[in-house]
């Protein structure tokens, strides 16, 4: 019986220079976290680029981390897509192939209400009987989940808890706060990596940090201090990855999710857990100048990098 | 050789009351427009449901199409996905089955800017040699496509052409303009309803009018005024049609897509074309009052239902 | 009487290179507009710097336009300001000082909602009997006016008419087909340069182009061409003037206002109408290469600049 | 010399019921919050309803606080207004009024970029020397100020500190830790209401939250605990401030600043410090249900109300 609680990276997802599924690297990193200690994994979440992947690549990496974590830890399955059915579908693969639990945005693309968010929930949860996490990341799908609904679908079992990307500290304050009050039905995830400290004071019961990708070790002692009530040193360690969260703030061109996930997947290419920084179409990887510069962000941090930054540009933008 | 210019109204997509494909009410609509003298045919855009099919559905809708219309006219299939290599799939998919042009939108769920835009649009017409329109829907994918990008796509023999839900008619202006000044390298179609006068003002080739699906004659008898440069009838016919375009107004409780292609389903259901209006989940169903409000609507615009609300009425909200 | 119909530009406020009211230039741009035939002159505007106006400014521009004008066209004035209160106050100033009509948005910066957009126009109307305009500009006021309030405060007599300027052309459609129906009680002014011909056929009776500024005659003759029917030459005009409007759009590094505005500003002083194209602070001025592109373009479209860039470069940026 | 850190209360404006200033209910509630230990009042903030009022009421509201506080803590005074000559002339008023410090946010309803931003704080800096703070409050002004050119003003001398109510505590963590590391130029004061434990884990400087107007010893409590490193006490003093701001929760109907400025004086009036809890034009006063929905917040919070809701509710929509 798995709480869902604690450091639950998402994991990012390595490409060959091919844009093929990379499986040592990934099982590389897999190792990698669950040495550092972290209580969970969450495949196929934005970070882990859920959207860029068809049904047979998401079966590729379900398949490739349960097999790997042999319920080490529990393992979490973004099921991302447009609308319910699609999302049920992936829900099914997800189960089938030994996922711990899943998680779902709400509806997007289509124009909807309230009403459909609900019902959507509802459907995914009557089809799949695997705990259901709600994804509130309204940057991506361009809703905000209300808290009252969050909280309904929870008393009434569809939710097990909720991973909140929504940048929203207030709305969440106010979740956890009645969440609290009404028997935790709710297990409430920050999606957060340079606040997670101010989460912790909120009530968060734990934390989805793409950031963890690089530095876990900081997140699970940052976890650990904050179950012993040491703030002090919760919030040293929050200094500490915020200046390391800087790698996707240093580089000049990249945007959204190629500045974002580029720089994770270029600082693992940077320390040798990737063999390769490549992004999925249509996103541009990272090469040069800007693989230097998290280099030396990396360094600044304490990251000594163990290939250079020609070694991992893969001159992809030689040619054009 | 087709112009893909003219009336392609984006097909409505029907399904049996339990939420499979009716391929025979496809078919009778499918038959109407034809009758009513469309010039093109535009299935799984956003009003045919695209976001809530999946491969196997999408699969189905395609080739009922492309059979049944056994190339009267040519039929556009939308390929919609949130990133490059899904779009490419289903391009691939429309492809096989006999598709004569694939329609894209910008790639969503990720955050992205303009590079990754024109990337996504030069892959997809690498991967797939049929005519691409490019997709101007921000209102479903949150990303305005620019005029410059569109045009310079055209001049590169990229985009064939350009289907504008924007609803942003000074940009419209502008890029048809512009378009006309570099010897027409795209086609515009307009996705407007109920202003598709001003759109033909500003230049025009075409019209995808999810309206359409009920009153195709109106829209073909007003293309042809435009042809002909008969513009007190162009405005005649778009007054009479603004006034059919409130059955999406008339009901309460919709909202986005529940109200707008709810309305079509109903409409096409009142009539007698679609046996259910049973809306994909979770989008709910229009039922009772709402019904005969669209019915009403019907009638003040001159048709005439040949079923009644209640027979229509799936009674889907009843236990809730 | 007035009927507030027809053409009626958004007056643009020259301003001396010390950023004082330039009175000699504004009347000598109120008498380009009066002999080119308009039917009205809307002052304080958001074009007309109303944004960037004390109540003294304010009021120098009023008393320079109602005394010069001298009831040869009707004058409204934008009494725009954040709340209810400080609208009023400028309503009352406004009609003090001789105007003929005023115009109001929305209230902006507090957050509020339908209710108090309902009470902030009743209050005005009963504050200041003046004939009353709602001004629908949500690109400024962050707020769309919806249509079914707009023609009921018509039918109550609060709103003499509306100034869209949102950009939505459907809601405008919708609006102007009730307020037929319902006998006319607002007047629909369209706030459109480009797609004017558009919102004709949506059943405008009239235009504030910002673009009348610099070529009031063709407005003016489009205006008569509507009224005559003749959408041939309706739309001539129209290409016309989107080929000139695109003087805000040939420049670089301006946006928005500065970029609008300042090249409406610009080309005056190109023209000889306005002695500096000098803007409101924090606005930068449009010099060099910038006023010849707009110089550039004047010419393309038929206006031959009286002045060369290098004379209307007032050279703020020297120093910068 | 003042440093404008600690706690900072946006002081509440109380109207009489017929609209007009009541000063003796502001310097009851100046008292209030002197008498609490506040570090220094910000009145004619966003909840001091700055945006309702005139140059006169402007000027009633600084001249009361400034006399009636008598140098006791330093008076900070919103110039807000939409563009830079406008909040220059209130800057200076409020400089001759006797003010300690100006806060001013970015210009609105012209559009603009990031150099009209930066010209509009050096202008404003350059005509007053008071010391000035950016506020940045995106929901008001639909700009968002970057981190970048806050601190390259606040290196410049330009501007002394940011008032941050925007909610977004990932930049606000990127901002204190640069200011940190240029030597901070900068004062950080938070908005925040419901997560300040988590603003002070980031690095604020101090506090300035409306609700403080209700309870301003739980602030400077929490204030302390914060200097003194007591974090179990922050958190918990947090908790209950979060259950106390359910006030602005608990009401039907009224929403943006009628539910919440409106949730502030109808509980000031409850506890008899304000005579009415009157709201500004256009703004509906809470009454009946909601003022006991208010009452009912406030006594489970350990606040009993003197007054009952019936004594508050002024009765305003009888008639409605």
């Known amino acids: 019986m798995h709480t869902f609680t604690g450091v639950v990276p998402p994991v990012v997802t390595p490409l060959h220079a091919d844009g093929s599924f990379d499986k040592a690297s990934f099982t590389r990193l897999l190792d990698r976290l669950i040495d550092a200690g972290v209580d969970g994994l969450f495949i196929l979440g934005s970070s882990g680029e859920v959207a860029f992947s068809d049904d047979e690549r998401r079966g590729e990496i379900i ?12 393992v979490m399955v973004g099921c991302i897509d447009m609308e319910t ?5 992936h829900a099914k693969q997800a189960k089938e192939l030994g996922a711990d639990a899943i998680v779902a945005t709400a509806p997007f693309y289509a124009l909807g209400g309230l009403r459909e968010i609900e019902r959507h929930f509802r459907q995914i949860h009557a089809a799949c009987d695997l705990p259901l996490f709600a994804y509130d990341i309204p940057v991506c799908v361009h809703t905000k989940l209300p808290g009252a609904l ?3 679908l929870g008393k009434d ?8 990307s929504s940048g929203d500290d207030v709305s969440f304050r106010f979740l956890a706060q009645e969440n609290t009050a009404a028997g935790k039905p709710l297990v409430l995830l920050t999606g957060h990596e340079v606040v997670v400290d101010g989460a912790y004071l909120s009530g968060a019961d734990g934390v989805v940090p793409g950031l963890g990708n690089i530095d876990p070790e900081s997140y699970v002692k940052q976890f650990k201090a904050y179950q012993a009530g040491d703030w002090d040193e919760v919030r040293r360690l929050q200094d500490h990855l915020t200046e390391l969260m800087r790698i996707v703030l240093v580089t000049t061109g990249a945007v959204g999710f190629g500045a974002g ?3 994770f997947k270029t600082a693992l290419a940077l320390l040798g857990v990737f ?15 800007n693989v230097q510069a998290i280099a030396d962000q990396l360094a600044r941090c304490g990251f ?17």
Chains 1, 2, 3, 4 share one sequence.
């Open 63 to 74: 398949a490739a981390a349960v097999d790997h974590v042999a319920g080490k830890v529990p």
């Open 85 to 89: 059915k699609r999302v049920i579908a």
């Open 150 to 152: 969050l909280l309904q």
């Open 157 to 164: 079992g569809v939710l097990a808890g909720v991973k909140d």
């Open 261 to 263: 996930v580029g720089a």
């Open 275 to 289: 063999e390769s920084n490549r992004m999925p179409e249509p996103v541009p990887t990272l090469v040069d100048d």
């Open 304 to 320: 000594q990098p163990t290939r250079t930054a020609a070694e991992v540009s893969c001159g992809e933008y030689a040619g054009e």
